[in-house]
């Protein structure tokens, strides 16, 4: 199903991403009328959400706001080619990251490093966002969409530009990737740790300060919502001690990267072993690459070891 009613004037729309369901959201809110979303997902599946909001009967020219938790091309893509086309919509996004949507070429360079020749299939089109339409969060910004009165919570460790938002009348708060990866039905939680900036420390703080706001519910960017809250946080938690700890392990013993990838890979794998989906260990990783994970914490433990 591409649209899910999830209560409180919210839907997620699948962006059916690389042609499978389940890998990447973006939350419609409705009320009031005014309409605003948390994610664009990249261009490669602007028709997919243009579809979702067609299904709705909502004009996306009538959406106002676009939020979003950070710059990566499966969480912001999509802005400036959404916001080119319609231009009432103005994007939200914390101030670290803003420079980043008015001049995308080092967004756009880092990517591919990681992605090289399959940065087009996968994300489409990345374009400037016109710095009239970008408005820079800091910690605890409020932003008004309809009737309700969301908060942006700076939270790094994915990144250091992520922030969550906090729907105050629902109790939601939209996780973006810090609460990690889990596709829905599964128990298996995923950290994705890419390049260039994630802080593990950081990173310890944030989930504490998202369970200090007791939401209702985490929704993940990757997928879906999760309601049973402190579970699934302490679960994040223990999955990204127990990567960091695979691949330190591994990196400090010396072990070539190539190699590191390939026993990620398989240690990930055993997580998903037995699963009632074809399809589970390829949307996980659509969701979060294993070597982009084993990249970013080789980058953190050689920084750690080896300050500058
Ligand atoms: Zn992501």
Known sequence: ????????????????????????????????????????????????????????????????????????????????TLIQRYPNMHLYVHEVGAPHMIDPSRLL??????????????????IPVPESHVHALNDETAISAGNRSLTAVYTPGHASHHVVYRDANSGDVFTGD?????????????????????????WGRSLERIESMGPARLLLT????????????HETRERLAAWASEVGQRYLAGMDRDQIVR????????????????????????????FMSTDGLIRWFRRRFNPA
């Open 178 to 202: 810090v609460a990690a990866v889990r596709l829905q039905g599964f128990k298996t939680i995923r950290p994705p740790t890419p390049p260039p900036d994630i802080d593990l420390d950081a």
């Open 222 to 233: 990757h997928f879906g919502p999760q309601n049973d809250v402190a579970e699934h946080l």
């Open 1 to 80: 199903m591409l649209v899910s009613e999830l209560g409180h004037g919210l839907y997620a729309i699948d962006l059916e991403f690389q042609g499978l369901p389940g890998v990447i959201a973006s939350y419609l809110l409705t009320g009031a009328g005014e309409y605003a979303l948390i994610e664009t997902g990249p261009s490669s599946t602007l028709e997919a959400l243009l579809a979702g909001l067609k299904h709705l009967s909502i004009d996306p020219g009538d959406i106002s706001k676009l939020l979003v938790t950070h710059i990566h091309l499966d969480h912001a893509g999509a802005a400036g």
């Open 263 to 290: 026993e990620l890979r398989a240690f990930a794998d055993t997580d998903i072993a037995g699963a009632d989906d074809p399809s589970a260990a390829e949307r996980y990783e659509l969701a979060t690459p294993t």
């Open 109 to 126: 360079a880092s990517a591919e490093r990681i992605y090289g020749d399959r940065m087009g299939p996968l994300w489409g089109k990345v």
